[in-house]
Protein backbone atom coordinates (compact mmCIF):
# COMPACT_ATOMS: atom_id res chain seq x y z
CA UNK A 1 0.00 0.00 0.00
CA UNK A 2 1.27 3.52 -1.15
CA UNK A 3 2.12 5.59 1.81
CA UNK A 4 0.55 8.79 2.73
CA UNK A 5 3.29 10.92 2.07
CA UNK A 6 4.04 9.63 -1.56
CA UNK A 7 0.28 9.95 -2.07
CA UNK A 8 -0.19 13.61 -1.29
CA UNK A 9 3.21 14.38 -3.40
CA UNK A 10 1.20 12.34 -6.35
CA UNK A 11 -1.28 13.98 -8.53
CA UNK A 12 -4.42 12.87 -10.16
CA UNK A 13 -3.90 11.18 -14.09
CA UNK A 14 -3.98 14.67 -16.10
CA UNK A 15 -4.23 17.12 -13.28
CA UNK A 16 -2.04 20.40 -12.55
CA UNK A 17 -0.50 21.22 -9.11
CA UNK A 18 -2.45 24.11 -9.61
CA UNK A 19 -4.64 27.16 -11.58
CA UNK A 20 -0.85 28.61 -12.59
CA UNK A 21 0.28 25.53 -14.11
CA UNK A 22 -2.53 25.70 -17.01
CA UNK A 23 -0.72 29.04 -18.34
CA UNK A 24 0.06 28.83 -21.91
CA UNK A 25 -0.38 25.81 -24.49
CA UNK A 26 -2.60 27.84 -26.15
CA UNK A 27 -3.95 26.35 -29.26
CA UNK A 28 -4.00 28.19 -33.14
CA UNK A 29 -6.83 28.21 -35.46
CA UNK A 30 -7.06 28.84 -38.65
CA UNK A 31 -9.83 31.97 -39.58
CA UNK A 32 -11.50 31.44 -42.64
CA UNK A 33 -14.81 33.67 -42.89
CA UNK A 34 -12.85 37.06 -41.83
CA UNK A 35 -10.18 36.26 -43.68
CA UNK A 36 -11.59 34.72 -47.16
CA UNK A 37 -10.87 37.64 -49.41
CA UNK A 38 -7.02 37.61 -48.78
CA UNK A 39 -7.27 33.86 -49.93
CA UNK A 40 -5.74 31.78 -51.57
CA UNK A 41 -2.21 33.83 -51.24
CA UNK A 42 -2.54 34.15 -47.46
CA UNK A 43 -3.78 32.27 -44.87
CA UNK A 44 -4.76 33.83 -41.40
CA UNK A 45 -3.97 31.89 -37.98
CA UNK A 46 -5.44 33.04 -34.48
CA UNK A 47 -3.28 32.22 -30.97
CA UNK A 48 -6.46 32.18 -28.60
CA UNK A 49 -4.73 33.41 -25.84
CA UNK A 50 -7.89 34.50 -24.11
CA UNK A 51 -8.31 30.19 -23.12
CA UNK A 52 -5.18 30.89 -20.56
CA UNK A 53 -7.07 30.86 -17.26
CA UNK A 54 -7.76 33.93 -16.43
CA UNK A 55 -8.58 35.20 -19.39
CA UNK A 56 -6.06 36.63 -21.56
CA UNK A 57 -2.00 36.59 -22.70
CA UNK A 58 -1.31 38.85 -19.77
CA UNK A 59 -1.29 35.52 -17.76
CA UNK A 60 1.90 34.99 -19.16
CA UNK A 61 3.91 37.79 -17.43
CA UNK A 62 1.54 38.36 -14.44
CA UNK A 63 2.96 34.80 -13.14
CA UNK A 64 6.60 35.31 -14.79
CA UNK A 65 6.67 38.81 -13.09
CA UNK A 66 5.88 37.58 -10.13
CA UNK A 67 7.91 34.30 -9.64
CA UNK A 68 10.76 36.46 -10.34
CA UNK A 69 10.01 38.99 -7.81
CA UNK A 70 10.20 36.00 -4.81
CA UNK A 71 13.30 34.50 -6.18
CA UNK A 72 14.88 37.90 -5.80
CA UNK A 73 13.38 38.97 -2.68
CA UNK A 74 11.25 41.92 -3.97
CA UNK A 75 8.33 40.42 -1.94
CA UNK A 76 7.97 38.42 1.03
CA UNK A 77 4.95 36.17 2.36
CA UNK A 78 2.24 38.21 3.38
CA UNK A 79 2.37 41.04 1.02
CA UNK A 80 0.88 42.79 -1.21
CA UNK A 81 1.10 43.01 -4.59
CA UNK A 82 0.28 46.73 -6.87
CA UNK A 83 -0.19 47.33 -10.51
CA UNK A 84 -1.19 49.91 -12.84
CA UNK A 85 -3.46 47.79 -15.18
CA UNK A 86 -5.94 47.82 -18.06
CA UNK A 87 -7.08 44.76 -16.53
CA UNK A 88 -6.05 42.01 -17.50
CA UNK A 89 -2.22 41.95 -16.76
CA UNK A 90 -4.06 42.67 -12.94
CA UNK A 91 -5.97 39.50 -13.50
CA UNK A 92 -2.74 37.45 -14.39
CA UNK A 93 -1.36 38.88 -11.34
CA UNK A 94 -4.46 38.15 -9.15
CA UNK A 95 -4.65 34.22 -10.03
CA UNK A 96 -1.27 34.02 -9.03
CA UNK A 97 -1.77 36.08 -6.12
CA UNK A 98 -4.33 33.88 -4.97
CA UNK A 99 -1.92 30.18 -5.36
CA UNK A 100 0.48 32.29 -3.65
CA UNK A 101 -1.18 34.16 -0.76
CA UNK A 102 -0.72 37.76 -1.72
CA UNK A 103 -3.19 40.82 -1.63
CA UNK A 104 -3.61 42.76 -4.38
CA UNK A 105 -4.15 46.31 -5.40
CA UNK A 106 -4.52 47.52 -8.54
CA UNK A 107 -5.11 51.06 -9.79
CA UNK A 108 -6.89 51.52 -13.23
CA UNK A 109 -8.35 54.10 -15.78
CA UNK A 110 -12.15 54.82 -15.77
CA UNK A 111 -12.39 53.85 -19.02
CA UNK A 112 -11.51 50.13 -18.36
CA UNK A 113 -15.01 48.10 -18.14
CA UNK A 114 -16.84 47.86 -15.30
CA UNK A 115 -16.82 43.82 -15.90
CA UNK A 116 -12.97 44.18 -15.22
CA UNK A 117 -13.39 45.99 -12.31
CA UNK A 118 -15.84 43.35 -10.68
CA UNK A 119 -13.47 40.91 -11.93
CA UNK A 120 -10.53 41.94 -9.97
CA UNK A 121 -12.62 42.63 -7.06
CA UNK A 122 -14.17 39.21 -7.37
CA UNK A 123 -10.66 37.41 -6.30
CA UNK A 124 -10.16 39.48 -3.55
CA UNK A 125 -7.84 42.49 -4.82
CA UNK A 126 -8.44 46.40 -4.36
CA UNK A 127 -9.46 48.23 -7.08
CA UNK A 128 -8.75 52.11 -7.28
CA UNK A 129 -9.93 54.26 -10.46
CA UNK A 130 -8.13 57.04 -11.79
CA UNK A 131 -9.50 60.01 -14.55
CA UNK A 132 -8.49 58.77 -17.94
CA UNK A 133 -7.80 62.26 -19.45
CA UNK A 134 -4.50 62.91 -17.55
CA UNK A 135 -0.70 63.22 -18.36
CA UNK A 136 1.33 60.07 -17.49
CA UNK A 137 2.83 62.44 -15.11
CA UNK A 138 -0.21 63.72 -13.48
CA UNK A 139 -0.33 62.79 -9.67
CA UNK A 140 -3.69 61.75 -10.69
CA UNK A 141 -2.61 59.30 -13.13
CA UNK A 142 -2.99 55.55 -12.81
CA UNK A 143 1.10 55.19 -13.36
CA UNK A 144 1.41 57.85 -10.65
CA UNK A 145 -1.40 56.93 -8.21
CA UNK A 146 0.20 52.78 -8.52
CA UNK A 147 3.83 54.24 -7.94
CA UNK A 148 2.52 56.34 -4.43
CA UNK A 149 0.76 53.00 -3.09
CA UNK A 150 3.51 51.35 -3.52
CA UNK A 151 6.29 53.40 -1.93
CA UNK A 152 3.26 53.81 1.02
CA UNK A 153 2.75 49.86 1.27
CA UNK A 154 5.10 48.08 3.27
CA UNK A 155 6.34 44.24 1.35
CA UNK A 156 4.71 45.84 -1.62
CA UNK A 157 5.75 44.47 -5.01
CA UNK A 158 5.28 46.75 -7.85
CA UNK A 159 5.21 45.03 -10.77
CA UNK A 160 5.44 47.98 -13.44
CA UNK A 161 4.79 45.80 -16.52
CA UNK A 162 5.46 49.28 -18.60
CA UNK A 163 9.02 49.08 -17.39
CA UNK A 164 9.78 45.68 -16.06
CA UNK A 165 12.10 43.70 -18.55
CA UNK A 166 11.00 40.51 -17.35
CA UNK A 167 7.55 41.46 -19.06
CA UNK A 168 8.72 41.19 -22.61
CA UNK A 169 11.50 38.28 -21.16
CA UNK A 170 7.85 36.24 -20.32
CA UNK A 171 7.32 35.94 -24.25
CA UNK A 172 10.22 35.53 -25.49
CA UNK A 173 10.63 32.23 -23.28
CA UNK A 174 6.68 31.06 -23.34
CA UNK A 175 5.00 32.28 -26.44
CA UNK A 176 7.81 32.53 -29.19
CA UNK A 177 9.09 29.07 -28.70
CA UNK A 178 5.01 27.86 -28.03
CA UNK A 179 4.18 29.61 -31.34
CA UNK A 180 7.47 28.22 -32.90
CA UNK A 181 6.62 24.21 -32.06
CA UNK A 182 3.04 24.63 -32.66
CA UNK A 183 3.64 25.97 -36.16
CA UNK A 184 6.38 24.01 -37.24
CA UNK A 185 8.10 27.46 -38.18
CA UNK A 186 6.39 28.01 -41.38
CA UNK A 187 5.24 31.53 -40.16
CA UNK A 188 5.98 34.36 -42.27
CA UNK A 189 4.64 37.30 -40.06
CA UNK A 190 3.85 37.80 -36.64
CA UNK A 191 1.02 40.10 -35.43
CA UNK A 192 0.04 41.78 -32.21
CA UNK A 193 -1.64 44.68 -30.57
CA UNK A 194 1.27 47.25 -28.86
CA UNK A 195 0.40 48.27 -25.33
CA UNK A 196 3.37 47.78 -23.22
CA UNK A 197 5.34 46.45 -25.90
CA UNK A 198 5.41 43.09 -24.24
CA UNK A 199 4.33 40.55 -26.36
CA UNK A 200 5.56 42.09 -29.72
CA UNK A 201 9.11 42.55 -27.97
CA UNK A 202 9.31 39.39 -26.84
CA UNK A 203 8.25 37.45 -29.56
CA UNK A 204 9.67 39.61 -32.10
CA UNK A 205 12.97 38.67 -30.04
CA UNK A 206 12.62 34.69 -30.29
CA UNK A 207 10.85 34.17 -33.47
CA UNK A 208 13.53 36.71 -35.22
CA UNK A 209 16.40 34.77 -33.42
CA UNK A 210 14.87 30.97 -35.28
CA UNK A 211 14.24 33.09 -38.61
CA UNK A 212 15.18 36.94 -39.26
CA UNK A 213 12.82 36.95 -42.35
CA UNK A 214 9.72 36.78 -40.30
CA UNK A 215 7.78 40.19 -40.21
CA UNK A 216 7.01 41.34 -37.07
CA UNK A 217 3.55 43.94 -37.19
CA UNK A 218 2.39 46.58 -34.65
CA UNK A 219 -0.89 47.38 -34.78
CA UNK A 220 -2.09 50.55 -33.08
CA UNK A 221 -4.96 52.57 -32.12
CA UNK A 222 -6.12 55.79 -33.62
CA UNK A 223 -5.10 58.23 -30.72
CA UNK A 224 -2.30 56.81 -29.68
CA UNK A 225 1.18 57.66 -30.59
CA UNK A 226 2.80 54.09 -32.05
CA UNK A 227 1.75 54.39 -35.30
CA UNK A 228 3.33 57.63 -35.98
CA UNK A 229 6.81 57.54 -34.33
CA UNK A 230 7.31 54.42 -35.84
CA UNK A 231 6.51 55.40 -39.59
CA UNK A 232 8.13 59.49 -39.20
CA UNK A 233 10.09 59.57 -35.90
CA UNK A 234 7.73 62.48 -35.10
CA UNK A 235 5.98 62.34 -30.95
CA UNK A 236 2.10 63.38 -32.21
CA UNK A 237 -0.44 64.38 -30.07
CA UNK A 238 -2.59 61.28 -28.45
CA UNK A 239 -5.98 61.90 -27.60
CA UNK A 240 -8.41 59.03 -26.44
CA UNK A 241 -10.45 56.46 -27.70
CA UNK A 242 -12.89 53.60 -26.94
CA UNK A 243 -11.01 50.28 -27.40
CA UNK A 244 -9.11 48.90 -23.97
CA UNK A 245 -5.84 47.43 -23.31
CA UNK A 246 -3.32 49.02 -26.03
CA UNK A 247 -1.65 52.17 -27.55
CA UNK A 248 0.01 54.27 -25.38
CA UNK A 249 0.46 57.79 -24.70
CA UNK A 250 4.17 57.90 -23.64
CA UNK A 251 6.87 55.36 -24.12
CA UNK A 252 7.39 52.48 -21.65
CA UNK A 253 10.79 50.99 -21.84
CA UNK A 254 9.27 47.55 -22.23
CA UNK A 255 8.30 48.99 -25.68
CA UNK A 256 11.66 49.09 -28.66
CA UNK A 257 9.78 50.23 -32.25
CA UNK A 258 12.73 48.46 -33.89
CA UNK A 259 11.31 44.83 -33.07
CA UNK A 260 8.62 45.89 -35.78
CA UNK A 261 9.15 45.33 -38.79
CA UNK A 262 5.86 47.22 -39.91
CA UNK A 263 2.90 49.25 -37.34
CA UNK A 264 -0.75 49.44 -38.91
CA UNK A 265 -3.56 51.44 -37.56
CA UNK A 266 -6.70 50.34 -36.75
CA UNK A 267 -9.78 53.06 -35.16
CA UNK A 268 -12.44 52.07 -32.79
CA UNK A 269 -15.17 51.25 -35.32
CA UNK A 270 -13.02 48.63 -37.07
CA UNK A 271 -11.78 47.39 -33.96
CA UNK A 272 -15.58 46.70 -32.68
CA UNK A 273 -16.84 45.43 -35.60
CA UNK A 274 -14.43 42.49 -36.80
CA UNK A 275 -14.33 42.06 -32.78
CA UNK A 276 -18.10 41.04 -33.18
CA UNK A 277 -17.41 39.43 -37.12
CA UNK A 278 -15.08 37.01 -35.35
CA UNK A 279 -17.78 36.21 -32.26
CA UNK A 280 -21.05 35.53 -34.76
CA UNK A 281 -18.37 34.44 -37.52
CA UNK A 282 -15.14 32.40 -36.12
CA UNK A 283 -17.16 31.32 -32.94
CA UNK A 284 -14.42 33.15 -31.20
CA UNK A 285 -15.02 34.43 -27.69
CA UNK A 286 -12.53 37.40 -27.82
CA UNK A 287 -12.82 41.22 -26.78
CA UNK A 288 -12.20 44.35 -28.50
CA UNK A 289 -8.35 44.48 -28.73
CA UNK A 290 -8.57 40.98 -30.23
CA UNK A 291 -11.00 42.97 -33.18
CA UNK A 292 -8.39 45.39 -33.06
CA UNK A 293 -5.55 42.57 -33.74
CA UNK A 294 -7.34 40.82 -36.91
CA UNK A 295 -8.52 44.43 -38.28
CA UNK A 296 -4.63 45.10 -38.52
CA UNK A 297 -3.58 41.76 -39.21
CA UNK A 298 -5.90 41.86 -42.53
CA UNK A 299 -4.38 45.04 -43.71
CA UNK A 300 -1.44 43.61 -43.39
CA UNK A 301 -2.55 40.39 -45.28
CA UNK A 302 -4.17 42.26 -47.80
CA UNK A 303 -1.34 44.27 -48.76
CA UNK A 304 0.67 41.09 -49.43
CA UNK A 305 -2.58 39.42 -50.80
CA UNK A 306 -2.31 41.80 -53.75
CA UNK A 307 1.86 41.91 -53.98
CA UNK A 308 0.89 38.20 -54.77
CA UNK A 309 -1.58 38.48 -57.28
CA UNK A 310 0.25 41.28 -59.30
CA UNK A 311 3.53 39.08 -59.06
CA UNK A 312 5.14 37.17 -62.27
CA UNK A 313 6.27 34.54 -59.95
CA UNK A 314 3.53 34.30 -56.59
CA UNK A 315 4.50 31.97 -54.06
CA UNK A 316 4.13 28.12 -54.26
CA UNK A 317 2.54 28.23 -50.91
CA UNK A 318 0.13 30.98 -49.01
CA UNK A 319 1.65 33.35 -46.90
CA UNK A 320 1.29 32.78 -43.79
CA UNK A 321 0.54 35.13 -40.71
CA UNK A 322 -0.24 34.43 -37.06
CA UNK A 323 -2.18 37.05 -34.97
CA UNK A 324 -2.52 37.38 -31.39
CA UNK A 325 -5.90 37.23 -29.82
CA UNK A 326 -5.54 38.97 -26.48
CA UNK A 327 -8.82 38.28 -24.05
CA UNK A 328 -12.22 37.40 -24.02
CA UNK A 329 -15.53 38.66 -25.05
CA UNK A 330 -17.45 38.31 -21.13
CA UNK A 331 -15.28 41.49 -20.17
CA UNK A 332 -16.99 43.77 -22.25
CA UNK A 333 -20.53 42.67 -22.03
CA UNK A 334 -21.51 46.38 -21.16
CA UNK A 335 -19.13 48.02 -23.73
CA UNK A 336 -18.86 46.71 -27.46
CA UNK A 337 -20.97 43.89 -27.16
CA UNK A 338 -24.20 46.22 -25.87
CA UNK A 339 -25.53 48.08 -28.50
CA UNK A 340 -26.87 50.93 -26.39
CA UNK A 341 -23.15 51.73 -25.57
CA UNK A 342 -21.81 51.92 -29.41
CA UNK A 343 -24.76 53.80 -30.39
CA UNK A 344 -24.11 56.04 -27.06
CA UNK A 345 -20.20 56.69 -28.52
CA UNK A 346 -21.18 57.07 -31.73
CA UNK A 347 -19.89 53.70 -33.02
CA UNK A 348 -23.10 51.95 -34.12
CA UNK A 349 -25.36 54.82 -35.14
CA UNK A 350 -24.73 54.75 -38.89
CA UNK A 351 -23.38 52.19 -41.18
CA UNK A 352 -19.18 52.27 -41.29
CA UNK A 353 -18.11 55.29 -43.98
CA UNK A 354 -17.28 53.13 -47.43
CA UNK A 355 -14.11 53.44 -48.93
CA UNK A 356 -10.33 54.02 -48.30
CA UNK A 357 -7.84 56.78 -48.57
CA UNK A 358 -6.97 55.23 -52.18
CA UNK A 359 -10.54 55.85 -53.89
CA UNK A 360 -9.65 59.50 -52.94
CA UNK A 361 -6.07 59.37 -54.42
CA UNK A 362 -6.97 57.66 -57.69
CA UNK A 363 -9.42 60.34 -58.59
CA UNK A 364 -7.01 63.21 -57.68
CA UNK A 365 -5.93 65.00 -60.67
CA UNK A 366 -2.61 66.66 -61.28
CA UNK A 367 0.86 65.54 -59.82
CA UNK A 368 1.81 66.11 -55.97
CA UNK A 369 3.71 69.37 -55.29
CA UNK A 370 6.32 69.28 -52.73
CA UNK A 371 9.85 70.83 -51.32
CA UNK A 372 12.86 69.60 -50.68
CA UNK A 373 13.92 70.17 -47.24
CA UNK A 374 16.81 72.77 -49.17
CA UNK A 375 14.69 74.54 -51.40
CA UNK A 376 14.81 78.64 -50.55
CA UNK A 377 11.61 80.36 -48.93
CA UNK A 378 11.03 82.10 -51.96
CA UNK A 379 10.93 79.18 -54.22
CA UNK A 380 8.34 77.45 -52.35
CA UNK A 381 6.42 80.30 -52.05
CA UNK A 382 6.11 80.96 -55.65
CA UNK A 383 5.01 77.48 -56.04
CA UNK A 384 1.90 77.85 -53.73
CA UNK A 385 0.75 80.95 -55.27
CA UNK A 386 1.16 79.28 -58.67
CA UNK A 387 -0.48 76.06 -57.82
CA UNK A 388 -3.36 77.96 -55.31
CA UNK A 389 -2.20 76.08 -52.42
CA UNK A 390 -1.82 76.53 -48.46
CA UNK A 391 0.54 73.85 -47.63
CA UNK A 392 2.61 71.42 -49.31
CA UNK A 393 4.87 68.28 -47.79
CA UNK A 394 8.96 68.85 -47.38
CA UNK A 395 10.17 65.24 -48.33
CA UNK A 396 14.07 63.48 -49.05
CA UNK A 397 14.17 60.82 -50.97
CA UNK A 398 12.64 57.91 -48.85
CA UNK A 399 11.29 60.15 -46.00
CA UNK A 400 8.69 62.64 -45.17
CA UNK A 401 9.70 65.74 -43.38
CA UNK A 402 6.87 67.14 -42.32
CA UNK A 403 4.20 69.91 -43.82
CA UNK A 404 4.97 73.48 -44.80
CA UNK A 405 2.36 76.05 -44.42
CA UNK A 406 2.03 79.91 -45.98
CA UNK A 407 1.52 80.77 -42.43
CA UNK A 408 4.42 79.31 -40.50
CA UNK A 409 6.60 80.98 -43.88
CA UNK A 410 5.24 84.33 -43.18
CA UNK A 411 5.49 84.38 -39.35
CA UNK A 412 9.19 83.22 -39.47
CA UNK A 413 9.41 86.06 -42.04
CA UNK A 414 7.77 88.33 -40.20
CA UNK A 415 10.22 87.59 -37.05
CA UNK A 416 13.30 87.88 -38.90
CA UNK A 417 13.98 84.37 -38.25
CA UNK A 418 14.21 83.67 -42.02
CA UNK A 419 14.59 85.06 -45.02
CA UNK A 420 13.51 84.51 -48.96
CA UNK A 421 16.46 82.47 -49.17
CA UNK A 422 16.81 80.53 -46.31
CA UNK A 423 15.87 76.89 -46.80
CA UNK A 424 12.33 75.27 -46.15
CA UNK A 425 13.74 72.58 -43.78
CA UNK A 426 13.90 74.01 -40.90
CA UNK A 427 10.09 75.41 -41.37
CA UNK A 428 8.56 71.81 -41.95
CA UNK A 429 7.08 69.80 -39.10
CA UNK A 430 4.45 67.08 -38.36
CA UNK A 431 2.38 68.75 -35.64
CA UNK A 432 -0.64 68.91 -38.39
CA UNK A 433 0.04 66.28 -40.48
CA UNK A 434 -1.51 63.02 -40.42
CA UNK A 435 0.07 60.27 -42.07
CA UNK A 436 -2.00 57.45 -43.89
CA UNK A 437 -1.34 54.28 -46.47
CA UNK A 438 -3.89 53.74 -49.32
CA UNK A 439 -5.55 51.07 -47.71
CA UNK A 440 -6.83 53.87 -44.78
CA UNK A 441 -10.47 53.63 -44.16
CA UNK A 442 -12.48 56.53 -44.99
CA UNK A 443 -13.55 56.88 -41.24
CA UNK A 444 -10.18 56.77 -39.90
CA UNK A 445 -9.32 59.75 -42.40
CA UNK A 446 -12.49 61.30 -41.14
CA UNK A 447 -11.42 61.05 -37.31
CA UNK A 448 -8.06 62.95 -38.40
CA UNK A 449 -9.64 65.17 -40.38
CA UNK A 450 -12.39 66.08 -36.67
CA UNK A 451 -9.22 66.72 -35.01
CA UNK A 452 -8.24 69.47 -37.39
CA UNK A 453 -4.85 67.19 -39.39
CA UNK A 454 -3.86 67.39 -43.06
CA UNK A 455 -3.61 63.69 -44.28
CA UNK A 456 -0.69 63.33 -45.53
CA UNK A 457 -0.95 59.88 -47.88
CA UNK A 458 2.44 57.96 -48.29
CA UNK A 459 3.32 54.74 -50.61
CA UNK A 460 5.72 51.73 -48.68
CA UNK A 461 7.97 49.29 -50.32
CA UNK A 462 9.72 47.83 -48.26
CA UNK A 463 11.94 50.52 -45.94
CA UNK A 464 10.98 53.07 -48.61
CA UNK A 465 8.54 55.86 -47.89
CA UNK A 466 7.14 58.27 -50.79
CA UNK A 467 4.51 60.68 -50.47
CA UNK A 468 2.04 60.51 -52.96
CA UNK A 469 -1.25 62.74 -51.84
CA UNK A 470 -2.33 65.42 -49.69
CA UNK A 471 -5.49 65.31 -48.61
CA UNK A 472 -8.03 68.00 -46.60
CA UNK A 473 -11.46 67.83 -45.60
CA UNK A 474 -12.59 69.10 -48.97
CA UNK A 475 -11.43 66.29 -50.98
CA UNK A 476 -13.65 63.76 -48.53
CA UNK A 477 -16.54 65.75 -48.63
CA UNK A 478 -15.94 66.05 -52.71
CA UNK A 479 -15.91 62.32 -52.76
CA UNK A 480 -18.80 61.81 -50.77
CA UNK A 481 -20.48 64.22 -52.59
CA UNK A 482 -20.34 62.00 -55.87
Known amino acids: MTSTASSSARLMRGARANVIHCIGGTPIVKLNKVAAHVAPHVEVYAKLEFMNPGGSVKDRIGNFMLEKAEREG ?5 GTIIEATSGNTGMGLAIAAAVKGYKCIFVMADKQSEEKRIALRSVGAQVVICPTNVEPEDPRSYYSVANRLSEETPNSFYARQYWNPDNPEAHALSTGPEIWEQTGGELDAFVSC ?14 KSKNPNIKVVGVDPVGSIYYDLFHTGK ?9 EGFGEDFMPTTMDLKAMDDCVQVNDRE ?10 EE ?18 A ?9 AANP ?10 IPDSSSRYLSKFLNDEWLKDAGLLDREPMAGTVDDIVAKKKGALISAAPTDALGSVIDRMKQHGISQLPVTEPGKLLG ?13 GEATMKSPVGPLADLEDAATVERDTTLATLSQHFARGKVAVVVDRKGDQVSVIGLLTKIDLIEHLLK
Not at 74 to 78: A, D, E, S, T
Not at 198 to 206: D, E, I, K, P
Not at 271 to 276: G, K, L, V, Y
Not at 403 to 415: F, G, I, P, Q, Y
Request: aromatic fraction near 8%; glycine fraction near 12%.
Open 74 to 78: KIKPG
Open 194 to 207: VGTGGTMVGNSRFL
Open 235 to 243: WPKPHSYFV
Open 271 to 280: SFTMARRLIR
Open 283 to 300: GLLCGGSSGSAVAGALKF
Open 302 to 310: ERIARAEAA
Open 315 to 324: RAVPYRVLVI
Open 403 to 415: LVSEVKVLNALVR
